[in-house]
């Protein structure tokens, strides 16, 4: 049973577009985060929640909006994509405020 | 600067030799020290956790933390094929607060 997963894993879309990542974790945690790694691996944080509260929003365009519609799940959607949001998204959980994080296995968004 | 830096690589070893690891940061305010592990087109999973400045051994890794000279390290004995991966080493100031990643150091272990 995946403890933290994504859809789609890959999308692939036009400039322009409006597109939703979705995640889902199964391992009863109260924090849910969202990561954007670029091509050179940078690992940077874009939002965190606890128990569907919003506690972490580093300075991140407002196109990206996440949503948690229970503690289970996080998602994010992204309005009008534009070349430089082609990345790999990682979700991640933890237990709390331990900083035990555990990551989901990505979604590579690519924007044509 | 960035908070965290980290040489990328690519570092390659031979089978059985040990893998050097390290990380440099300037916020002093870091007392969480982490390594994850990262394989090709999957996400990152953690290897090693310590907090504060000291050594902590789980099997073949060692991290080592020296918060007086602002350096992390991760030491890898008897290197595997499969160790071939992404190493990123992470920080944060507190439970609760936000990771802070350097740019992950790339590792080849050949048979």
């Known amino acids: 049973d995946t403890a933290v997963s994504q859809t789609p894993k890959y999308l692939v879309t036009q400039m322009g577009n409006d597109k939703s990542i979705k995640c889902e974790q199964n391992l009863g945690h109260d924090t849910m985060y969202w990561y954007k790694q670029d091509s050179k691996k940078f690992l940077k944080i874009m939002f965190s929640?606890?128990?569907?509260?919003?506690?972490i929003n580093e300075t991140v365009p407002n196109r990206f909006s996440p949503k948690s519609p229970d503690k289970a799940h996080l998602n994010l959607h992204i309005n009008s994509l534009e070349l430089g949001d082609s990345a790999v998204y990682f979700c991640?959980?933890?237990?709390?405020?331990?900083?035990?994080?555990?990551f989901g296995p990505g979604t590579r968004l690519t924007v044509l | 600067q960035k908070e965290v830096e980290q040489d990328p690589g690519p570092l390659s070893v031979p089978e059985g030799a040990i893998v050097s690891l390290n990380c440099t940061y300037s916020n002093s305010a870091f007392q969480y020290f982490m390594w994850y592990r990262q394989y090709s087109r999957k996400g990152p999973e953690l290897l090693m956790y310590t907090y504060s400045s000291g050594n902590k051994e789980d099997g073949r890794f060692t991290a080592q933390v020296d918060k007086s000279s602002k350096y992390i390290s991760l030491f890898i004995r008897d290197s595997q094929p499969s160790d071939s991966a992404t190493y990123l080493c992470?920080?944060?100031?507190?439970?609760?607060?936000?990771?802070?990643f350097g740019g992950g150091t790339r590792v080849l272990v050949k048979p």
């Open positions: 929640y606890n128990n569907k509260e919003l506690i």
């Open positions: 991640a959980t933890s237990k709390g405020s331990t900083d035990t994080q555990y």
């Open positions: 992470a920080m944060s100031r507190g439970t609760g607060n936000k990771l802070t």
